[in-house]
């Protein structure tokens, strides 16, 4: 059951490094970041710390985003299906939009899930910043989410940013379906409906078990240009598998 709850919280940081990808419409548009994610030790099994780059391309109805462990996710709202590539396994899945987790989810997944509460608060602090060419806006999140007694606190401080010249409904709808993959943040679209702009920094730390994890993410480059032929397309080749969003993370 932990080794359970660890993935969960692993695929919740996946997911959310989607959810703060900017979207813009009209054209694609490269998103550059950087991210650092801090040693840990849990279980008696250590991670190394990871720095690492992430990138998104994004285009009128798609997306992809892609980091350095051979991940990659895609949503096409022109064909309604989100797929999950594996580059690491040759792999590849898919399921339609809009998302039905609990569709996506075997039994045992579900029977979690319904053990599991969450609960959140979003707090526009009023702080501004500017990072890098951006005016951005500080705003707070806390998630505590319970389940058969463990609580995992999850605390998110967002700076975000109105300059990047994107399109806030199309990044309303990608995040959505994004949010909606993953039980501990299906219920927090609401609360990030309220933030102004699109996240520039972000600062993570999770507790779980007693042990913190943290993690740093930050845009570096927003570049418009024409993404190369495939970007937004399953490779040929790939073998389907079943779609599991438990195996969407690091």
């Known amino acids: 059951m932990r080794k359970k709850i660890i993935i969960l919280s692993t695929t919740f940081l996946f997911v959310l490094s989607v ?21 840990v030790t849990m279980m008696g099994q250590t991670q190394p710390a990871k720095d690492e780059e992430v990138e998104t391309w994004l285009g009128k109805d798609k997306m992809r ?9 895609i949503l096409r709202f022109d064909l309604n299906k989100a797929y999950y590539i594996d580059y690491t396994k040759n792999t590849y899945s898919e399921i339609d939009l809009p998302i039905d987790l609990e569709k996506a989810l075997g039994p045992q997944a579900q029977q979690m899930m319904q053990m599991m ?10 702080e501004k910043q500017k ?54 943040t299906k219920e927090l679209v609401e609360d990030f409906q309220k933030m102004e702009g699109f996240p520039v920094l972000t600062n993570v730390s999770m507790s779980m078990m007693g042990t913190e994890m943290k993690y740093h993410e930050e845009v570096i480059s927003v570049e418009k240009k ?8 399953v490779p040929e080749g790939f073998t389907k598998a079943a779609f599991n969003p438990l195996d969407m993370r690091r």
């Open 19 to 39: 959810l703060l990808s900017p979207s813009v419409a009209k054209a694609d548009i490269l998103v550059k970041k950087k991210k650092h994610t801090d040693a």
């Open 65 to 73: 985003q892609e980091e350095g462990d051979g991940k990659v996710y």
């Open 117 to 126: 509460q969450a609960s959140s608060t979003f707090t526009d602090t009023g």
């Open 131 to 184: 990072i890098k060419n951006w005016n951005c806006k500080k705003y707070l999140a806390e998630i505590n989410i319970s389940m058969m007694g463990m609580s995992m606190p999850i605390k998110m401080e967002i700076w975000a940013s109105k300059d990047l010249g994107v399109d806030t409904n199309m990044y309303k709808k990608f995040y959505k379906e994004t949010l909606a993959l993953n039980p501990m």
């Open 226 to 233: 024409d993404a190369p032929k495939g970007t937004y397309e």
